[in-house]
């Protein structure tokens, strides 16, 4: 049998005195695409695009920078981080709630939602990065915090907690603990549980110097890391990554599976090129056992496919995409197809929707 999933390749438009990116966040069972708009390297936009009435409408007003989309478990709504600020907006409200926070935390990156009241994430607490549990409510409950190292990018795997650790002599390893939230009537005495709690976390793979970003894990034996060098000068006209698959048998175990390039003037701050969301709208997306990921050829991105099975890599010469897509359907297998329908163009930004067998 032959399923379809379509998926939306996005252009990049360079204008002569500014740079404007449309790409993909997201996309709803009821068939609507999620995009952020990026006007300038410090203004973003959300726009909702409803295949059926090919119609596309802004979801913000234009003083938010919805960073982190993150669509509710439900679809009810929402969440998005807004120059800092944890946002959640439900389709019925007018206006987005903003989540206050009982403890002195900042800098919180991605959520992740447990359900449509409840999600984790890593954030900054005095000194170091911690892994903490927020509500609907603002309460944050502590889930693993040291104090001599950052705990970042977590990934819950049924009870599992796996994440990276970063000491403060710049080492890097994947932890795997047990998720058990603190108990308490505060944030004080949440915190105390856990001073007071024994925190067994087991060492999975040693990255050593290595620096390594954006954990995901697709199940409690296997997950992909970013690796990235440890210092860039702002003369380098790229950016070197690498890939890695970490897969458990009996131990567990890492390989470099590829690595991209992502041109400097993208991710650098200053650049008038620069991502708002930094390489976030640029991470390899998963189709079953096929990776979709840009990387730079000379000075044009181009968009590939890695098979893990055949462990070999297809260039789609045929698009010349900036983002890799969202698919409307889970579990989707790549093939080399290329674009089916072109949609025009509008504001001189080029939006192309692909049609990709599986």
Same mark, same amino acid.
């Given at each position: ?37 990026? /006007? ?33 478990? &439900? ?17 019925? /409200? ?20 447990? &359900? ?15 892994? +903490? ?73 040693? +990255? ?102 055949? /462990? ?47």
């Amino acid at each position: 049998m032959k399923w379809h999933i379509l998926c939306i390749f996005i252009f990049f438009c360079q204008y002569i005195h500014a740079h404007e990116y449309i790409y993909p966040v997201a996309v709803s069972q009821r068939g609507s695409f999620y995009l952020i708009y990026q /006007k300038t390297p410090n203004h973003i936009e959300l726009w909702e695009w409803t295949l059926q009435t090919n119609y596309a409408d802004q979801l913000l007003m234009s003083r938010f920078t919805p960073a982190g989309f993150q669509l509710l478990p &439900d679809e009810d709504g929402f969440s998005f981080i807004d120059n800092g600020i944890l946002k959640i907006k439900k389709w019925l /409200k007018r206006s987005p709630r903003t989540i206050e926070f009982d403890a002195p935390i900042y800098q919180v990156e991605v959520v992740h939602w447990l &359900d449509n009241t409840t999600c984790y994430t890593s954030g900054k607490y005095k000194n170091n990065f911690g892994i +903490f549990q927020i509500d609907y409510e603002g309460e944050v409950t502590p889930i693993y915090l040291h104090e001599t190292a950052d705990c970042m990018y977590p990934q819950k795997v049924y009870d599992e907690l796996f994440y990276i650790e970063r000491d403060h002599d710049w080492n890097y390893r994947i932890m795997q603990a047990i998720y058990e939230p603190a108990l308490g009537k505060n944030f004080e005495e949440r915190h105390s549980f856990k001073e007071n709690q024994q925190q067994d976390a087991v060492e999975i793979i040693d +990255f050593k110097k290595q620096p390594i970003v954006f954990l995901s894990m697709v199940s409690e034996s296997e997950g992909f890391v970013v690796g990235h060098p440890p210092t860039v000068n702002r003369t380098e006209q790229a950016i070197y990554f690498e890939y890695y698959h970490l897969k458990k048998e009996n131990d567990w175990h890492v390989e470099k599976l590829f690595s991209f390039n992502i041109p400097a003037d993208l991710l650098f701050v200053g650049s008038p090129a620069r991502l708002y969301e930094s390489i976030l709208p640029l991470l390899p997306r998963h189709y079953a056992t096929k990776i979709m990921f840009t990387t730079a050829d000379n000075t044009e991105l181009s968009l590939s496919v890695y098979d893990l099975i055949s /462990k070999s890599i297809t260039k789609l010469s045929n698009t010349k995409g900036l983002f890799p897509p969202v698919n409307l359907m889970s579990g989707g297998e790549l093939t080399e197809d290329g674009p089916t329908m072109g949609i025009g163009k509008s504001g001189g930004v080029a939006i192309e929707l692909v049609n990709i067998s599986m």
